[in-house]
């Protein structure tokens, strides 16, 4: 770790995909429908995962040729996550329980994605947890999106948080980029879908998680306890 971590945070804010929630193959899944539909062609896995985290509007200008193509893939794409979306994720373990604990002790807790925001909510009603989080802020709610700050910091102009108390779990390079361009910590969840090397490559995080149960144990060590 190369900051300490608060005691108490201000806040504690959570990417979704990968984080929260494990959607990796319902991502997969809809995107290779999109490509297969719509540009005949199936993009490599890794190709896929290396953009995640960015919205996805963003994502299909960058493999389109044209912006109507563009528009097309993510309409395909929504149509297709929308039909297998709810069978295809869970919560990741031990999340449930980290939010708990955070949650009793009166530390507000909220999730900053690059989805938008009424999918988001819906998975975290799907998965059991949308009542551990004041709010989602999507990427329909702030015209600039991580790497950028600016989500960050509007969760916690809306929590009343100070930015240097507060944490971001998330598990992308976007996600570190953007929690060390708010001066907030940023906490690396390598249950997601990067690895240590891609993360150390393009971001600084503040600390690393190789599970949920990991945030809780720096939460507790933090806070002067021991279980």
Known sequence: MQRSLPWPPDAVLFDNDGTVVDTQELILASFRHATRVVLGRQLPDA????????????QMLDIADTPAQAAELSRVY????????????????????????????GVPLAVVTSKLRGVCAHGLETVGLASRFRFVIGSDDCPAHKPAPDPLLLACERLGARPERTLYVGDSPFDMQ???????????ALWGMFTRDQLAAASQPD?????????????????????
């Open 47 to 58: 190709a896929i995962m290396d953009s995640s985290g960015i919205p996805l509007d963003r």
């Open 207 to 227: 600390a690393w998680a190789a599970r949920p149960s990991d945030v809780l144990a720096l939460m507790k060590t933090a806070g002067g306890q021991e279980g």
């Open 78 to 105: 929504r149509e297709y996550n929308t039909t297998v979306h709810d069978d295809m994720i869970a919560a990741f373990d031990g999340v449930s329980e980290l939010l708990e604990w955070l949650d009793e002790r």
């Open 178 to 188: 953007a929690a060390r361009a708010a001066g907030m910590m940023g906490v690396a």
